[in-house]
């Protein structure tokens, strides 16, 4: 059963513009926080931002200020606007949803963004 919809990876050049769309189930509920992680090659994989359902986000440092994440709780969806993108962002990333419900934690199959120089 697929819980997680990820679209919007692809390739850009360097200094463009992507943003990343994660549509999760109706049959989720209680959803609490959702957010982006990557995992680059050779790297592990890290956050990249999180929001919760009251709306506080986090960042790590290395996106501050060019990715913005949001979200749209009566479409269970959450984005990932990414701006001046540069080779270090080149990685699969993966949508996240965590709800209280069970203590369930969702995961999507990932996709890829790929920066040009």
């Known amino acids: 059963q697929v819980h997680l919809v990820e679209s919007g990876g692809g390739l850009v050049q360097a200094g463009g513009s992507l943003r990343l769309s994660c549509a999760a189930s109706q049959s989720i509920f209680s959803i609490n926080v959702m957010g982006w992680y990557r995992q680059a090659p050779g790297k592990q994989r890290e956050l990249v931002a999180v929001i919760t359902s009251g709306g506080s986000t986090n960042y790590a440092d290395s996106v501050k200020g060019r990715f913005t994440i949001s979200r749209d709780n009566a479409k269970n969806t959450v984005y990932l606007q990414m701006n001046s993108l540069n080779s270090e962002d080149t990685a699969v990333y993966y949508c996240?949803?965590?709800?209280?419900?069970?203590?369930?934690?969702?995961w999507g199959k990932g996709t890829l963004v790929t920066v040009s120089s």
């Open positions: 996240n949803v965590r709800s209280s419900r069970f203590s369930m934690d969702y």
